[in-house]
């Protein structure tokens, strides 16, 4: 079946770049999408089809998507930034597979 | 904008059946451009992806293999609303269960899924135990 393999934790300093990564399988051939998590919420879209973000979402976030690894990309980092972060893409092995996640904290 | 309010039970016994409600308001749960989705997380399983029903001139449902045996979603078009039922329960189905929403578009003379969820459930956690 079809993995997303994502760094447990980042720390980041605030206002500087946070960078998240996932690796998967030719995973620069599919559409990675990312969601943010805070405690006790639900995830929420941040990023779509690699680079799209969603109406409401800040400029800050960006993200990539090339070869094996697809990278979110946090600018000017906030404390509201401080958040689990899971990518996601579709396989035909396995439908909707999610990475582990990637808790960033915000020193 | 489209919001998924889900119910029902936080505790469910071992061997018995897990049900969950998604009711939606600002799209239709038979809208040809739309898929409803359940996904649940826990902290064994990280986010995990449970299967989906959509409405295409008939209903089609999809599960993830390893619940196929166990699993229902059915929609509801009277009330506008979608279900999960997860048969034979054990300690490792707890977790917090989502319900959401995949879009999609015609294009070219095909159908393509968005292959994203937007937006989620307010989640529930469920418990299995005696």
């Known amino acids: 079946s079809y993995e997303l393999t994502q760094p447990p934790s980042v720390s980041v300093s605030p206002g500087r770049t946070a960078r998240i990564t996932c690796s998967g399988d030719?995973?620069?051939?599919?559409?990675a999408s990312w969601y943010q998590q805070k405690p006790g919420q639900s995830p929420v879209l941040v990023i779509y089809q690699d680079t799209k973000r969603p109406s409401g979402i800040s400029a800050r976030f960006s993200g990539s998507n090339s070869g094996t690894t697809a990278t979110l990309t946090i600018s000017g980092t906030q404390a509201l930034d401080e958040a689990d972060y899971y990518c996601?893409?579709?396989?035909?092995?396995?439908?909707?597979?999610f990475g582990g996640g990637t808790k960033v904290t915000v020193l | 904008q489209v919001q998924l309010q889900q119910s029902g039970p936080g505790l469910v016994k071992p061997s018995q059946t897990l049900s969950l409600t998604c009711a939606i308001s600002g799209d239709s749960v038979s809208s040809i451009t739309a898929a409803w989705n359940w996904i649940r997380q826990s902290p064994s399983r990280g986010l995990e992806w449970l299967g989906r029903t959509y409405y295409r001139s008939k209903w089609y449902n999809e599960y993830a293999l390893s619940l196929k045996s166990r699993i229902t979603i059915n929609a509801d078009t009277s009330k506008n609303q979608f279900s999960l039922q997860l048969n034979s329960v054990t300690l490792e189905d707890s977790a917090v269960y989502f319900c959401?929403?995949?879009?999609?578009?015609f294009g070219s003379g095909s159908f393509y899924w968005d292959n994203w969820f937007d937006p989620w459930g307010q989640g529930t956690l469920v418990i299995v135990s005696s």
């Open positions: 030719k995973l620069g051939d599919k559409y």
């Open positions: 996601q893409a579709w396989d035909s092995s396995a439908f909707y597979v």
């Open positions: 959401a929403r995949e879009g999609g578009y």
